[in-house]
């Protein structure tokens, strides 16, 4: 049996998509879901490093993954409410408008942290708090305490109103 080097993207793509093919039955036997993250590899084609995430269901029974758990924990960080997690809503691209689904979040980007997948080819996007609250409407954004919709305002804020 030939060795398989791991010393560029194709060969560590293709064994990674296998490792992956193997797992999805012992996952479905567990009723857990498996994703595959990035991956590294020497140049030597001695080693290489994959990320793999795990999910288990939660109390209602639905598997979510870290993205879209994320989004439901920051939504009202982001002047969204967690039902927002989902929604479709039409974005402008160049070559016209796109649909894209609300599928998680990233709470440490700072720009744009609420991730949507584009329907027509399944390509993951990053998009601004603000673009999306103007996308999906006074439906899906928040409102405090004084019926402002949008982002929460600010500690600092409140402890100045509050003196």
């Known amino acids: 049996m030939a060795t398989l080097k791991l010393n560029n993207a194709k060969a560590c793509d293709s064994l990674s998509r296998e490792i992956l093919s193997e797992l999805v ?3 479905k036997r567990h009723g857990l879901q498996i994703e595959r993250g990035r991956g590294t590899f020497d140049a030597d084609g001695t080693h290489f490093s994959l990320k793999l995430e795990i999910s ?5 029974g639905e598997l979510l993954s870290k993205e879209a758990k994320d989004f439901q924990t920051h939504a009202l960080s ?3 409410k967690p ?6 809503f039409k974005g402008n691209v160049p070559s016209g408008k796109a649909e894209y689904e609300i599928i998680g979040a990233m709470p440490r980007a700072r720009k744009y942290p609420i991730l949507a997948k584009k329907l027509s080819d ?8 603000d673009y999306i609250q103007t996308k999906l409407g006074a439906e899906f954004c928040a409102t405090f305490g004084n019926g ?4 929460r305002p600010t500690i600092v804020t409140d402890l100045i109103e509050g003196v």
């Open 148 to 151: 402002d919709y949008g982002r």
């Open 25 to 27: 039955s012992l996952a």
């Open 83 to 88: 039902e927002a997690l989902g929604q479709r």
């Open 122 to 129: 399944g390509k993951t996007y990053k998009f601004g708090s």
């Open 78 to 80: 982001y002047g969204l």
């Open 56 to 60: 288990a269901p939660n109390e209602s």
